[in-house]
């Protein structure tokens, strides 16, 4: 029997390339809730002022804001965490909760998909 272990991603591993002095970068804070892993697609919801999973059902966080950096352990309050914003290059397979609505937002904040 076959004891291997699948790695989860590390911070930035599903980015290709990011614009020059960390102008691809923001600092946010990530809503309370359960772990996020590194290359989840994020979502803005304007009444809590919180980033949160990016989720097309939901009319709060129905448009993808960017992609968070670093996994994320369950958090009980809100975290400050990094997310990818703008002005960068992503492996589309490695993101999580990548639709084509939100690869289509994420296209016009210059965030390519490979």
């Known amino acids: 029997m076959s004891k291997s272990k699948v790695q989860a991603l590390r911070a930035g591993e599903f980015l290709l390339s990011v614009g020059n002095g960390g102008i691809s970068m923001e600092k946010i804070v990530l809503a309370a809730g359960s772990a996020f892993p590194a290359g989840q697609v994020l979502a803005f919801n304007a009444k809590t002022k919180e980033h949160d999973k990016y989720d097309p059902a939901n009319a709060d966080l129905k448009k993808a ?3 968070l950096y670093a996994p994320e352990s369950e ?8 997310m990818v914003a703008r002005l960068s290059e992503a492996v589309a397979s490695q993101l999580t909760g990548l ?6 937002a ?5 965030i390519v998909m490979r």
Do not use: M, T, Y
């Not at 994420?106 to 210059?110: D, I, P, S, V, Y």
């Open 65 to 67: 804001a960017g992609i």
């Open 75 to 82: 958090r009980l309050e809100p975290a400050p965490a990094a």
């Open 99 to 104: 639709d084509d609505a939100a690869a289509a």
């Open 106 to 110: 994420l296209a016009a904040q210059f």
